[in-house]
């Protein structure tokens, strides 16, 4: 039992991580993260499906496989949530540091855009953009550790807790 849990879970985290990568190789490919970021930041928006579906998806599994416990539906979204960053962490690095190391002048230049549409100082511009660039250097000198805890602990406790919702066990046949 806990082995084809197991594997299904890996199966799933797998399938979560490569969907991440080809994610970001699309948003890539199109520019979406770059010269049509005003659009591509929307799409950042909707890719919280992917972790959702395949999380769900995976407990629906387990749940269909065996009777789970409420703690083995956590146990399960979270090694799910764990194997995909083992995947995507790296690709994510790669990409920053290789694939497109300007991928952030295009963020700073969409911040710069919205700023002075907003009639914003220039004062208040230099100042926002610094705070940014600070900030994302402070992120990629711990290569994402930061992300950890709210990918890989916060949100698949709250897909666990919404798949109480949706999810439930079938009573036990007599």
Not at 52 to 76: E, G, N, P, T
Request: glycine fraction near 2%.
């Amino acid at each position: 039992m806990d082995k084809l849990i197991f594997q299904s879970t890996v199966k799933h985290g797998v399938y979560m991580g490569l969907g991440f990568c080809a994610y970001t190789t699309l948003m890539w490919l199109t520019k979406l993260d770059s010269t049509y970021l005003s659009i591509g930041q929307y799409l950042d928006m909707a890719i919280i499906v992917l972790p959702l579906c395949m999380i769900l998806w995976a407990i629906k599994f387990a749940k269909d496989a065996f009777q789970i416990s409420m703690l083995q539906r956590f146990v399960v979204a979270i090694w799910v949530a764990a194997i995909s960053t083992f995947i995507y962490n790296p690709f994510l690095y790669l990409y920053h540091h290789v694939i497109n190391p300007n991928w952030f002048n295009a963020v700073l230049a969409l911040k710069e855009t919205e700023l002075r549409v907003a009639n914003s100082s220039q004062e208040l511009i230099t100042s926002t953009l610094q705070k940014m660039q600070v900030a994302n250097q402070a992120q990629s000198g711990m290569f994402r550790l930061s992300a950890v805890i709210p990918s890989v602990i916060v949100l698949p406790i709250l897909i666990t807790l919404v798949s109480f919702i949706f999810i439930r066990q079938k009573p036990k046949q007599q």
